[in-house]
Nanobody, 127 residues
Framework: QVQPVESGGGSVQAGGSLRLSCAAP????????MGWFRQAPGKDREGIAFIAVAGGTTNYAAPVQGRFTISQDTGKKTTYLQMNSLKPEDTATYYCADTSRIDCILQLGTPGDYNFWGQGTQVTVSS
C-alpha cells in the first residue's frame, strides 16, 4: 500500500484547527525549501507557507499569516502545517512540495518552481 504524502485533512467548523503532515520522498536534487500549497475548486494553486530546510526560516502568504505555522522534523523528513482559526475560505486541497531554488525563502513560492508528489489532502471548513 502506497503511503500518502500529505495527510491530516478533514472537515471542521470555522474557528477550528487541523494539523497537516507531509512525508517527503528522499531528497535527490538538493532540497532547500519545503512549501505548502493549496487549491480551491476553480482557482489556481497558491503557495501559503514555506520553510528553509537548513535553519528553519519561514515565510507565509498574507491570508494565513498569524493563523498557520509551518514546521519540520528533519530527522523524520516530515513537514507540518498547523492551521488554527480556520475560515471557510481555507477550504481547499492542500499539497506539500519542495524546491532547490537558492532564493526559495526570500519570496513566496509559485507552483512552477516546486516539485509535487502527492494527491493532496482535503480541508473543508464549514461556517
Amino acid at each position: 500500500q502506497v503511503q500518502p504524502v500529505e495527510s491530516g485533512g478533514g472537515s471542521v467548523q470555522a474557528g477550528g484547527s487541523l494539523r497537516l503532515s507531509c512525508a517527503a520522498p528522499p531528497d535527490t536534487h538538493g532540497r532547500l525549501c519545503m512549501g505548502w500549497f493549496r487549491q480551491a475548486p476553480g482557482k489556481d494553486r497558491e503557495g501559503i507557507a514555506f520553510i528553509a530546510v537548513a535553519g528553519g526560516t519561514t515565510n507565509y502568504a498574507a491570508p494565513v499569516q498569524g493563523r498557520f505555522t509551518i514546521s519540520q522534523d528533519t530527522g523524520k523528513k516530515t513537514t507540518y502545517l498547523q492551521m488554527n482559526s480556520l475560515k471557510p475560505e481555507d477550504t481547499a486541497t492542500y499539497y506539500c512540495a519542495d524546491t532547490s531554488r537558492i532564493d526559495c525563502i526570500l519570496q513566496l513560492g509559485t507552483p512552477g518552481d516546486y516539485n509535487f508528489w502527492g494527491q493532496g489532502t482535503q480541508v473543508t471548513v464549514s461556517s
